[in-house]
């Protein structure tokens, strides 16, 4: 069975810092793209992040580049997201998705997310 | 403000037929391809149609999907109370800032 839990949430102070964390089973996660998706209270989907197979390419929301860092253990089938410099419009759930990126022949991106974990709550706030 | 333009809402009732619409441009729909994904309250999303028009495995055929030029199209047939749910389409935008985008969301009510 294919399963992903988040695990790092939690209560932290605006300009604070925090580390999400992942660990995937049941799907070769060492070849898969990897994606942390984000849900603030009461809005819609953010795509917040990726990361391909091996670590070297990573893509980041204008919101967050600069201010997180997005790694991976393949050793250990686990991905990290590590947070600088919170703000509150960062309060959200976050979920760890594998991230199904590549083109056809046409060129044409598929880029979908098939497994999602149940999400992890970060709030920021005094 | 999404980048994908999705209604807010759509509603029929039991047995009907419903389409949720996802409007983007030439630099995400227009290039690529285009998913959707079904959240009930409190749950994680999960896909429901990707590559514009395929099921994963276990997703009945009432859901379908489709695109034409820079928009697609998600049509849910013989609504069932069970569907009533958010909905939201996703694909890759190919623009300056490169990213995946999200349309933002359309609640379907089942009257």
Redesign the interface.
Known sequence: EMQVVESGGGLVQPGGSLTLSCTASGFTFGASWM?W?RQAPGK????VA?IQPEGHEK????SVKARWTLSRDNAENSLSLEMYDLRAEDTAVY?CVR???YF?SRG???????Y????TLVTVSP | QSVLTQPPSVSAAPGQKVTISCSGSSSNIGKNYVSWYQQFPGKAPKLLIYDNNRRPSGIPDRFSGSKSGTSATLAITGLQAGDEAVYYCGTWDDSLNTGGVFGGGTEVIVL
Do not use: A
């Open positions: 994606s998706v819609g989907l953010e795509w990726n893509h980041y929301v204008e979920y991230c199904r990126n056809d044409q991106k598929r880029f979908y997310f098939d999602w974990g149940q999400g």
